[in-house]
């Protein structure tokens, strides 16, 4: 492609409003354009490397027996109305009326859309399995669109959805899209984690996250340092045992307090260590109130709350609540003479305090020399704080670190959830009618783009892997008023696209800086500069990560950019 | 592909409300499914056949210089409130509001999106020309959506927009995608013509329409039997010379014709030819009233009437007018004693006419031996008829023949219409401002898929061109519990695939019959039949467009289904 018939309009200034690196970069290089909010165009580099992605994820779904199709992007309400989604996905979901008043949804996702038609189509046992996957256009109306192609409103998704006749032939196609994505990641050259993710109630093992690993992530992942284990923070269990001190336990005693309402405020002014407080809490758990206890240096993980309770809502109680339930406000809370009605559930640690502080129940006074047992009786002792840099990994292997990361695809068993709602039926081998098991499968791919240019960029611009760049050539006549680098440009650049290499020639009559730093910001893996040399039959090659340049004579240069790009 | 790990949906039965072949046998052959009116899921084989005729059009475009993208389904109104059309489109523009209240319209096109992101990005005549096109999916909110694929409200289009900084570069750009048309729909190998299409005042050369010939077309196209002239009927001249009879004047004289009304009842009443009779109808253009003169056995067409005055609407004029200004209702109106206000215009043939007929604008009364100049004057003969089958090609060569077409493709020469109204500016040579000249070119890439399934089928089934077809070898094991039968069938599978074959296997336990009526019915060029004398390495091939069947040994199946395929 030459540059004088296509539109690459880099921009010198970082854009407004853009605050992170690979939104400000596919802006600049020209790549992308705003329509509205959330909203853009693809500009023809753009699209080539989008082009490139679906590529690959194609390719790995094809392999992992996933097949195409295409549904709408109209979807009639009643489907959603029948999956009940309707009433709860909120705002997010884009709606509209067609000229008959008829209401309908713009697909966000399509498990309603799959799950009407195969419940169409698929009768028997004999039909399934099946995985059906698409790669198409959807619509969120997020409330805070940003981030460029991180988080948009209207955005390139590539989603699959599996329907089975059994819990293992989901977990086989579960295993096998795992692996499809980490496939597809890898070899979008990203840094990237596989990680365990909330699946509600039914626990951990259900579904993944995929997460590339960067500062500006939305989501936090505690993973080990010396295993593969990685988990979203907030599911990650804490495996620690807790070793009780040998200390004499002391007798109990109520202390004035005034004013000492945190628990670094309470330590120090009690000369004690955060690790010997009890922190009391009272949270809603459905229609019942639970005193929760953890322990000073810890926060409660009130996903492992709800999980424990197997509950559909847990928050933190009103202020007025915790009063009325424990006489007091926040500050002086604890678990000693609470009403018999009211449960008491404590974090594992609790149980290793010997000789603790907690609140009195009453404005200003704590306890000291607490002891959990002695003093008050507690229902379990069960893990229900987030796990924290320093612990044990929850697979045994080293210890937990925690990083950013931006979910780019998202593995889910999602059981009878649609086909129960939608009476997706088939008949089992005994003739017996049964809701069909499904899993459903989305790699952002849109988002994959952006991910990819947050991780390989550098001050001067992007530096896309081999395989993923719009081209692998950049091919510059210095100045294209020089007849002979004109020339050697022109049949270069057909020498080259005939020995198969995919080249972007800048052939505008710009200056050479111009130039340069155009092809910088475009990011292209290796940069061949036609300038004086040319007339001697000598190029520069330039490789973009690296910016090693090397001289190279005109009849070695399909075979040295073979070489470069590996 | 494993038709076990599929989804082709067979029917047995015609969906009702599917009329016409290519809607009932994409159906019938589960190459799609309905979701709500005129909106589709392509299953998995309708999305092979979408991807190819999709790389056909890609590659085409390429080929012609232009430079692929992608812009957003979700278009704010602005724009549409910029180029007007937010006001004039109606309701098959679908239009929705986000969260905030703020108003979008659903793409139908995007004129409006692309003409102001060339806005921002080109300020000179030195990054002109640009073509720039995408493959997407449009919505519009079709009042009577029919015909499956052909007339839907979510469907996939290629659409093109081309600026300029001069009239002979979009020629040249114009000329470059009529090619590049041509080719697309040739490869598919569709029967089709590129019609001179109407484009309001600017005259018949600066759109084209291109038509695949098909009975159930909404079109008519009247062509040269021995040229490639092509026109949409209502645009093409008639360049018949009227000879005028030798015949001697007759005098004028009125007639009594109680109840005779239509040139039939006229004509066979007085005993005359339908060519002898002038008929006169009154035309309300723009604000002035015209009378109409064609000869009995022609129509007039309002369109040529319209270019001919340059006017904005044409129509027929009330009856109440007619009263008044003639004096006599349809059925006996005539031109002689018009009063001097009103302009009488008359088509070429009226002038040849010799004691012709026509009515007194007295009801039951009509003039024989009407002579044209002698009993009534005419501002001007000009081309204002339909041309008719049997007349002179306007291009000179043979004769005009009338065809139905369906609209697969459009170039369309636009000017400034969206550039000025949306200020799409650009500086010239001089330095000056000028707005960029545009042109635009859609393939309806849905309706092609329908269209070709339109033109090759036949009572049993899709007989798809091997470029098109999903698949080019539908491998057929007759019996899957046989195990040679099995064994070859997955060996032939693996081989003709390492091969470079598309090879789909019908790998289900079902009767030969349903095996081979699913084949007939999903239409692939060539089937190989694995069936009782696999054992002895012998094969069945059935070319599926002649029937014809031959006997291959398994050594030699590879080079005959090359040597079939062409």
Chains 1, 2 share one sequence.
């Not at 259900?206 to 990685?230: C, K, N, P, Q, W």
């Amino acid at each position: 492609m030459k540059q004088s018939m296509t539109l690459i309009p880099t921009l010198r200034e970082v854009p407004a409003d853009a605050e992170i690196k690979s939104h400000q970069l596919l802006l600049r290089a020209g790549y992308m354009r705003q329509n509205s909010s959330g909203v853009y165009s693809f500009m023809p580099l753009g699209k080539k490397v989008l082009q490139k992605v679906e590529a690959i994820v194609r390719e790995e779904m094809d392999n992992a027996g996933a097949v195409e199709l295409l549904m709408p992007a109209l979807q009639q309400a009643e489907f959603w109305q029948e999956s009940g989604r309707w009433y709860t996905y909120g705002p997010e979901l884009m709606r509209l009326k067609d000229r008959n008043n008829r209401e309908f949804a713009l697909g966000a996702t399509h498990e309603e859309v799959i799950t009407s038609l195969i419940r169409d189509e698929v009768k028997s046992y004999k039909r399934l399995p099946l995985t059906l996957y698409q790669i198409q256009t959807k619509f969120r109306d997020e409330k805070r669109p940003r981030f460029g192609l991180l988080r948009g409103r209207e955005f390139i998704m590539k989603d699959a959805y599996s329907f089975h006749a059994s819990q293992e032939s989901l977990d086989e196609v579960y295993n096998r899209l795992y692996q499809a994505y980490s496939n597809v990641f890898a070899r979008c050259g990203l840094n990237f984690r596989a990680v365990i993710a909330d699946s509600g109630a039914m626990g951990g093992k259900d579904t993944h996250e995929f997460m590339v690993l960067s500062d500006i992530g939305e989501d936090t992942i505690a993973y080990s340092d010396s295993s593969d284990y990685a988990a979203n923070v907030e599911m990650a269990p804490v495996i620690t045992r807790y070793e009780k001190s040998e200390e004499a336990e002391a007798a109990l005693e109520k202390v004035h307090t005034p004013g000492q309402k945190s628990i670094e405020e309470v330590s120090a002014f009690l000369d004690t260590d955060a690790t010997k407080c009890i922190k009391t809490l009272l949270f809603q758990v459905d229609d019942k109130q639970v005193v929760v206890l953890v322990r000073g240096d810890h926060e409660v993980n009130d996903i492992k709350l709800k999980n424990y309770y197997n509950a559909s809502v847990v928050e933190l109680a009103e202020p007025e609540a915790t009063k009325e339930v424990l006489g007091c406000a926040i500050g002086s809370l604890g678990p000693i003479g609470v009403s018999d009605g009211i449960e008491v559930i404590a974090d594992a640690a609790v149980e290793a305090i010997v000789n603790g502080v907690t609140g009195a129940n009453e404005e200003d006074y704590h306890y000291i020399n607490v002891n959990p047992g002695r003093d008050f009786t507690v229902t379990a002792y069960v893990d229900l704080r987030f796990i924290q840099e320093g612990d044990l990994s929850p697979d045994g292997n080293g210890t937990i670190q925690f990083a950013k990361g931006i979910e780019v695809g998202h593995v889910f068993k999602l059981g009878t959830r649609y086909s129960e709602a939608m009476n997706a039926v088939y008949l089992d081998e005994n003739g017996r009618t049964q809701p069909m098991i499904m899993g459903c499968y989305g790699i952002g791919v849109s988002r994959t783009v952006a991910a990819i240019a947050e991780q390989f960029n550098d001050e001067k611009g992007l530096v896309w892997p081999g395989n993923i760049a719009p081209y692998q050539v950049h091919l510059i006549p210095v100045n294209m008023k020089d007849e002979t680098q004109a020339t050697v440009g022109e049949e270069l650049y057909s020498e080259l696209k005939a020995a198969g290499f995919d080249v972007l020639m800048d052939d505008r009559q710009e200056r050479a800086g111009v130039k340069f730093a155009d092809s910088d910001l475009i990011g292209l893996p290796i940069r061949v500069t036609v300038g004086k040399k040319a007339a001697e039959g000598i190029l520069e090659v330039k490789i973009r990560k690296s910016g090693e340049v090397v001289e190279v004579n005109r009849s070695e240069l399909a075979a040295k950019i073979r070489e470069l790009l590996g």
